[in-house]
Nanobody, 121 residues
Framework: QVQVVESGGGLVQPGGSLKLSCAASGSIFSIDSMGWYRQAPGKQRELVALIRSGYSTYYADSVKGRFTISRPNAQNTASLQMNSLKPEDTAVYYC???????????????WGQGTQVTVSS
């Protein structure tokens, strides 16, 4: 099995910064991509940022220029650096990983439990 765990959420003032971290562990052969999603109360979950195995990235228009996704040297981890935070960034942030448990299997998406980010003065 595969586990995905997020950390780093919290309360921050508008204009501040937070860094979220995500770690995948378990029976992992490779990871095709890792992504950060968020869900605000009463809204659908939306993709915030994605990083693929070749390190290409995608960002939602609402966070371009403010958020940066990366995969540090430990390949089964991903970080989301969030700068210039706005109240509308308030949400539960979820990490997911598209994991292959064997070289010949299709990737399966695993989700973390989420971490709360609140931007408020």
């Amino acid at each position: 099995q595969v586990q995905v765990v997020e950390s780093g959420g919290g309360l921050v003032q508008p204009g501040g910064s937070l860094k979220l971290s995500c770690a995948a562990s378990g029976s992992i052969f490779s990871i095709d991509s890792m992504g950060w999603y968020r869900q605000a109360p009463g809204k659908q979950r939306e993709l915030v940022a994605l990083i693929r195995s070749g390190y290409s990235t995608y960002y939602a228009d609402s966070v371009k220029g403010r958020f940066t996704i990366s995969r540090p040297n430990a390949q089964n981890t991903a970080s989301l650096q969030m700068n210039s935070l706005k109240p509308e960034d308030t949400a539960v942030y979820y990490c997911n990983a598209d994991v292959r448990t064997r070289s010949w299997t299709s990737a399966i998406t695993y989700w973390g439990q989420g971490t709360q980010v609140t931007v408020s003065s």
